[in-house]
């Protein structure tokens, strides 16, 4: 099953969320990704499992006491028990439900147990292919304890202890002086494995973290901090795959400042940009959460929104303007006084895909330059087919060919 779209909730028991806490400057989204690690690489899951109970069968059939039928029964029930609720956890995190992740964690230190159990118990019962064969596979286990659990390395530590701690205590019953070897071996192995734990979620977190920064570069922009065109596609893409019954319009405004050129050639690119970076600020107060401000170069900005209906978008325009337009302190006692023209789209009306509904916009935003500074305009029907007819090249005219631009404006 994809785990790609699933949320696996973070554990909320103080024991499990100390063995699955990776750090204090861990990001929540990385924290999830790192709780869904722990119900992903089934191949070493199912491995474990078969390896676990082949291993338990097989001392039964070779000596069936009371003890080793215990710990077949045990690692059976402890087994099934982890895998219907990793089933649940992934169909919980596919409906976007709260999942089992506490039990889940619980089951895997248990089972880390289980192994640790049967080690001692082959090391004490005095059949040496027995105790050959449990010591054998519990080793066997601490690399997939590792690398499966890496997103908690804590929990992979105490796994890794379970395992084999019971095999260094058993060593004390055996009677036999030269496995006491083992008795100072094992600590250092558990160190270096539990180190290992550690050391890879370090990595894994890093990489992770240097990703999403990386990400965000690349759909924002770096002076403003508000999306950048990159942002803005994506966002509008995903606004618009999801938009088959929304009762409401989605709305695009295209705003360019009026009289930045004049800043430039005044007070220079600083300046300019100061100016660019105090705008970006005054978009905090108009737009609400859910809503996407972007800068797609120079002196252009775009919000998407979602409004009930154009006159309710065209109202927003206006406050738009209201807010941008006027004086901004460049220091020194320097003001810069620069305005704002916005041309509106909504789709559906203008537009069901990116580029018409960017091309519709934009040519409202034409008209709005037309019209004066400070002004508003809302595009009609077929103003993005217009504009890209305009603008494609000859080859492609025919195929985008559609009626005629129709503009309605607002001052």
Not at 35 to 50: E, H, K, M, N, R
Not at 147 to 176: D, H, K, Q, Y
Request: glycine fraction near 10%; hydrophobic fraction near 50%; aromatic fraction near 8%.
């Amino acid at each position: 099953m994809d785990r790609t779209d699933m949320t696996f909730s973070l554990p909320t028991w103080r024991v499990t969320r100390w063995l699955v806490e990776p750090g204090a400057d861990v990001p929540d989204n990385i924290r999830h990704a790192l709780i869904a690690s722990l119900f992903g690489t089934l191949p070493i899951f199912f491995g474990g499992v078969a390896n676990t109970i082949l291993v338990a069968t097989a001392v039964v059939i070779r000596q069936p006491q009371p003890l080793f039928i215990a710990w077949l029964c045990f690692e059976v029930a402890l087994c099934i028990s982890r895998f219907v609720v990793l089933v649940v956890a992934q169909r919980a995190a596919a409906a976007g439900r709260k999942t089992p992740t506490d039990i889940s964690i619980v089951l895997a230190v248990c089972w880390g147990f289980s192994v640790g159990l049967g080690t001692f118990l082959g090391l004490t019962c005095g059949d040496g292919v027995i105790a050959t064969l449990t010591c054998l596979s519990a080793a066997a286990m601490v690399g997939g304890i590792c690398f499966r659990n890496f997103g908690a390395p804590r929990m992979a530590a105490a796994m890794i202890v379970l395992s084999l701690g019971p095999l260094c205590l058993g060593t004390l019953f055996t009677g036999e002086p030269l496995l006491l070897v083992v008795f100072l071996q094992i600590p250092f192995y558990l160190y270096s494995m539990s180190a290992a734990a550690f050391r890879l979620n370090r990595m894994v977190v890093t990489t992770m973290k240097a990703e999403q920064d990386n990400a965000h570069r690349a759909r924002h922009d770096a002076l403003t901090g508000l999306s950048n065109r990159a942002g803005l596609t994506s966002a509008l893409s995903d606004r618009l795959a999801g938009r088959a019954d929304a009762p409401s319009h989605l709305a695009l405004f295209y705003l360019d400042l009026d009289g930045f050129k004049t800043v430039n050639d005044t007070y220079g690119h600083a300046a300019g940009d100061r100016v660019l970076q105090l705008v970006a600020d005054r978009f905090d107060g108009l737009v609400r959460i859910g809503d996407v401000t972007a800068r797609l170069g120079g002196d252009e900005f775009v919000v998407l929104a979602d409004m009930i209906d154009p006159d309710t978008a065209l109202r927003f325009g206006a406050r738009l303007i209201e807010a941008i337009a006027g004086s901004y302190d460049l220091g020194d006692g320097a003001e810069a006084l620069v305005g704002v023209s916005v041309g509106i789209a909504c789709a559906p009306d203008h537009g069901s895909d990116v580029a018409t509904l960017l091309a519709a916009a934009d040519a409202a935003l034409y008209d709005a330059k037309s019209l004066g500074k400070c002004r508003c305009a809302l595009a009609t029907a077929n103003a993005g087919a217009a504009n890209l007819l305009r603008n494609a090249p000859p080859r492609d005219r025919d195929r985008l060919a559609g009626p005629a631009l129709a503009v309605r404006s607002a001052a």
